[in-house]
């Protein structure tokens, strides 16, 4: 039992002086984090007070996206790093149809990834033929329902892919 009784050997940095924390500059700034999210992002909750319009992007209404299939399986990669909306928002909420709804978010700004992303988490152990509609059709804002969330458009089975062009009706249904 003589180890109680030694003295110590080592030096206890905070009491001999020395630093090992950072310069005198970075406790200026307080002690809060400062936020991760991107300037020109907003929150939705924001918008709606501004009552500043959300446009959706065009995109998604093209990419024939199976819902229990994983995002990195659409060819067009950059249409993934796309904006869902325009502003850019950091959290929004896709209503299905039948009642579901998930919520997107990414402190620098939804993009199209993220909303198939959080899509996908929901149907990714789901079968081709448990699913009625399983493609995605694209997204719809109804400010006279909700401001702070899109509606989800799903169709039967997505459009062959071509060059030609398609354009989308309201309902969310392939006209030629």
Do not use: C
């Not at 110590?8 to 020395?18: P, R, Y």
């Not at 039948?98 to 700004?109: F, M, S, Y």
């Not at 909303?115 to 996908?120: G, M, R, S, T």
């Amino acid at each position: 039992m003589s180890a109680e009784t030694a003295p110590l050997t080592k030096v206890d940095s905070a009491i001999s002086g020395l630093s090992s924390s950072p310069p005198e500059e970075s406790k200026l700034k307080g002690h809060r984090r400062a936020s991760s999210s991107a300037a020109g992002v907003y929150n939705i909750n924001d918008l709606e007070k501004d009552g500043k319009e959300l446009l959706i992007a065009k995109e998604t209404q093209k990419l024939n996206w199976k819902l229990n299939t994983s995002p990195g399986s659409i060819d067009d990669k950059d249409v993934l790093k796309k904006f869902l909306t325009t502003p850019p928002v950091k959290k929004i909420d896709l209503h299905f149809p039948l009642g579901l709804e998930v919520t997107a978010r990414n402190l620098k700004g939804v993009t199209i990834k993220d909303a198939l992303d959080a899509i996908h988490k929901q149907f990714k152990k789901k079968a081709d033929d448990e699913l009625e509609l399983p493609v995605l059709a694209g997204f719809e804002w109804d400010k006279e329902e909700s401001w702070t969330r899109l509606k989800v458009h799903q169709k039967k089975e997505g459009a062959p892919q071509s060059a030609g062009k398609k354009k989308k009706n309201k309902g969310g249904d392939d006209e030629e």
